[in-house]
């Protein structure tokens, strides 16, 4: 005959079973593939930039859409008219030095088919993101700021890629 399990067993078992059945009630879900309202795209930005080569390889993991590497045969065009970072002080230290900056990564950007009628008008992603910045980690701070630029161009990407899905045709 096998005991009764103690009771802090079976608080431990009840907590578990409530957080699934908390997870399972939230609406969590993965995304998923995305579903397009075109079948080939191009992208007209610039192809040796590291902003395309990200957003191409997203493009073409995200959905059913094929990626093309000319305007030719392309059912719409991506025009990329604008990437740029902009760095600015936020806050000075009592010496006069800057202790805080603000990252900006602006994204404009169109879509439009073969014929010139635009699927999306002319938009633009602004995503900032601010970090405090000490003369003595130097390095260190370099390092976050490119890892900060980094992830800022992979969340202006997503947010490319959920805008297209949104796209119909004129």
């Keep these: 005959m ?15 079973v409530a957080a699934l059945a908390a997870l399972a009630g939230c609406g ?34 995200a959905g059913a859409a094929k990626v093309l590497d000319s305007p ?25 030095r800057a202790r805080e900056f603000a990252l900006t990564k602006r994204v404009a950007f169109s879509l439009r088919d073969a014929e010139g009628r635009l699927w999306l008008t002319q938009d633009e992603i602004a995503i900032r993101r601010s970090y405090l910045y000490d003369d ?4 260190a701070r370099e390092i976050q700021e490119q890892r900060l630029l980094a992830e800022m161009q992979s969340d202006a990407i997503a947010q490319i890629v959920r805008r297209l899905q949104s796209a119909r045709k004129p």
């Design 2 to 16: 096998t005991p009764a399990p103690s009771l802090p067993m079976r608080l431990r078992t009840f907590a578990f």
């Design 28 to 61: 969590f879900q993965l995304r998923g593939t995305a579903t397009y309202a075109f079948d080939t795209i191009y992208v007209g930005a610039p192809p040796s930039m590291p902003f395309t080569v990200e957003l191409k390889r997203a493009l073409a993991g």
């Design 72 to 96: 030719q045969g392309a059912q719409v065009v991506l025009d990329i008219a604008n990437v740029s970072d902009d760095k600015s002080v936020l806050s000075l230290s009592p010496g006069g």
């Design 136 to 139: 003595t980690e130097r390095l």
